[in-house]
């Protein structure tokens, strides 16, 4: 197939594009080069024939009509957004632009290639999107595909806008869409303002690891490498019109999450005296803060045959040993706006 990601610079685009390149795939790279993107993360399909790159906002309208008509994918992959909690509690308004508006002019301007290509059958418009949209869960409970979306950040609810403007495109329109929601991600390339990085380069050097409120919030953790496999098989494979919830299986509060990171550093680059669990430090919570997702894989696993590949425990060796061997990667983007700051208590 002939690909188009957007935010293919960014952590989970990046390891679409590399994985698709992989796979035979022509990946076309769309991405604005925020703060969060870098083109270091496909640096090693960046030779590849069947790849190449387009600097453009999905904001642009013109821009988008311009790289359809040029490169004539067969599918579009979605995933250009901003992405941050905290930052959104900041700024909502970058979110608003980029998730909402930026949805909808990449939409209109898929849904005239389309058209204009004669509503070829086998097309596809996959939306990337978070399982932040359902809302919070209590001590139990799994999100499923019908969970109504109850959003609780200026991020998710963003997001859930997005979703909504996918489905109503395809309804009233007919763009064939597949929808995706995630479970949080983690592994090489992730962006080190994110917790599983911060908690990793914060131990390395030697500064207070930060635990918002009690720790007991709980995520499920999704291995991005196996992210990327799942997008690609629910492109191909998923029917048309339907969402697949896809999850890591790996549910853990942030503190058991935190200890566990601690744990694997101590063993792989241990401190002269005592555990890097020594430096946890609780801070004040995030405004907001979701108590628990969980998702409930049955769909994706059942009409699909797809599951996780790796447990919690592999894929956070697997993300140390990168970052370890990788220092001149997040070294670079450490002076990047907002990195090493507290963001999020503007509230």
Same mark, same amino acid.
């Given at each position: 197939m002939k690909l188009m990601v957007t935010g293919g610079a960014g952590f989970i685009g990046s390891a679409v594009v590399r994985h698709a390149v992989a796979k035979g795939h022509e990946v076309v790279? %769309?991405?604005?080069?925020?703060?969060?993107?870098?083109?270091?993360?496909v640096a090693s399909v960046a030779d590849a024939p069947s790849y190449s790159f387009e600097h453009a906002d999905v904001c642009d309208a013109d821009a988008m009509?311009?790289?359809?008509?040029?490169?004539?994918?067969?599918?579009?992959?979605?995933?250009?957004?901003?992405?941050?909690?905290?930052?959104?509690?900041?700024?909502?308004?970058?979110?608003?632009?980029?998730?909402?508006?930026?949805?909808?002019?990449?939409?209109?301007? %898929?849904?005239?290639?389309?058209?204009?290509?004669?509503?070829?059958?086998?097309?596809?418009?996959?939306?990337?999107?978070?399982?932040?949209?359902?809302?919070?869960?209590?001590?139990?409970?799994?999100?499923?595909?019908?969970?109504?979306?109850?959003?609780?950040?200026?991020?998710?609810?963003?997001?859930?806008?997005?979703?909504h403007l996918v489905r109503a495109w395809g309804e009233t329109y007919g763009l064939p869409f597949v929808l995706t929601n995630c479970s949080n991600n983690y592994g090489p390339f992730h962006f080190p303002e994110k917790l599983i990085p911060v908690v990793i380069l914060n131990a390395l050097s030697g500064k207070d690891i930060p635990i918002y409120g009690d720790g007991k919030n709980v995520r499920d953790w999704l291995y991005v490498e196996d992210h990327a496999d799942a997008l690609l098989t629910v492109l191909q494979s998923g029917a048309v019109g339907r969402t697949y919830n896809i999850g890591g299986e790996n549910e853990v509060t942030n503190i058991d999450l935190v200890k566990m990171i601690c744990a694997i550093l101590d063993q792989k680059r241990p401190r002269e005296t005592g555990s890097y669990s020594d430096q946890i430090t609780f801070?004040?919570?995030?405004?907001?803060?979701?108590?628990?997702?969980?998702?409930?894989?049955?769909?994706?696993?059942?009409?699909?045959?797809?599951?996780?590949?790796?447990?919690?425990?592999?894929g956070l060796e697997l993300t140390i040993d990168w970052f370890l061997d990788h220092e001149d990667w997040w070294r670079a983007l450490q002076d990047r706006d907002g990195v090493g700051n507290r963001l999020g208590v503007a509230s």
């Open positions: 790279n %769309v991405d604005a080069l925020t703060y969060a993107a870098c083109l270091d993360n009509a311009r790289i359809l008509a040029s490169h004539q994918p067969d599918a579009i992959m979605h995933l250009a957004a901003e992405s941050h909690v905290d930052r959104s509690i900041d700024g909502p308004g970058a979110f608003i632009s980029t998730n909402i508006s930026g949805t909808y002019v990449l939409l209109n301007a %898929v849904l005239n290639f389309w058209q204009r290509s004669g509503r070829p059958a086998d097309f596809r418009f996959h939306h990337i999107s978070t399982d932040e949209v359902y809302g919070t869960l209590g001590a139990t409970g799994q999100f499923t595909e019908e969970t109504p979306y109850a959003p609780n950040s200026p991020y998710s609810a963003s997001k859930a806008a997005s979703d801070v004040t919570d995030r405004p907001g803060h979701d108590a628990r997702y969980a998702i409930d894989p049955t769909r994706i696993r059942t009409e699909l045959g797809w599951r996780p590949s790796v447990t919690l425990q592999q």
